[in-house]
């Protein structure tokens, strides 16, 4: 067990809809980073944050956004949800330095029908 | 080209051997390298952290960077088919850098 916690497990929903992922991270890690693993792509990375500011992006679709509240938990949201929508969504975290490695979640994985 | 090559095998081995994974890399800016391994459906979960070149031992693994020839390699001794797995390679420039990911190795190790 990371100490990193997301929700849902598995959502299914149509195309066009909207949800949200949520992630908590490790106890005192300031840095959370999400990512979509899918088949053809691999791990690709999305955006990250550092104690509620935005701090990289990635390849993330502008249907895509995400925050960092002051509890630290962070939610990716996602909209006008395509088939291609459909992957793996991690998010990870680090200690407040950035030292060592990221520690991923169990991941939420998302099936657009 | 990708930043980050990683041959996708799969690779099958019996129970006992050594096991080699390796990565190439072309960005001379990453200084922070790391293996992950992911069983199916499961979230990454780091096995070895380095920084810059050198050797580091953990157990049954050996992670190895060669930052001149741009290469690492994770070795994995006494293999165990609890070790079956897809191994990723990941690498930053800097400590609170996105990771860039190989695509993975996807291991089977026999009885």
């Known amino acids: 067990d990371s100490g990193v916690t997301q929700t849902p497990k598995h959502l299914i929903t149509a195309t066009g809809q909207r949800v949200t992922l949520r992630c908590s991270p490790r106890?005192?890690?300031?840095?959370v980073y999400w990512y979509q693993q899918s088949l053809d792509q691999g791990l690709q990375f999305l955006i990250q944050?550092?104690?509620?500011?935005?701090?990289a992006k990635g390849n993330i679709l502008e249907r895509f956004s995400a925050q960092q509240f002051p509890d630290l938990h962070s939610e990716l949201n996602l909209s006008s949800l395509e088939l291609g929508d459909s992957a793996l969504y991690f998010c990870a975290s680090t200690k407040a330095g950035g030292g060592g490695g990221q520690f991923f979640g169990p991941g939420t994985r998302l099936t657009v029908l | 080209q990708k930043e980050v090559e990683q041959d996708p095998g799969p690779l099958s081995v019996p129970e006992g051997a050594i096991v080699s994974l390796n990565c190439t890399y072309s960005?001379?800016?990453?200084?922070?390298f790391m293996w992950y391994r992911q069983y199916s459906r499961k979230g990454p979960e780091l096995l070895m952290y380095t920084y810059s070149s050198g050797n580091k031992e953990d157990g049954r693994f050996t992670a190895q960077v060669d930052k001149s020839s741009k290469y690492i390699s994770l070795f994995i001794r006494d293999s165990q088919p609890s070790d079956s797995a897809t191994y990723l390679c990941a690498m930053r420039p800097g400590t609170a850098s996105k990771l860039t990911f190989g695509t993975g190795t996807r291991l089977q190790v026999t009885l």
């Open positions: 960005n001379s800016a990453f200084q922070y």
């Open positions: 106890s005192g890690d300031l840095s």
């Open positions: 944050y550092y104690n509620g500011e935005e701090r």
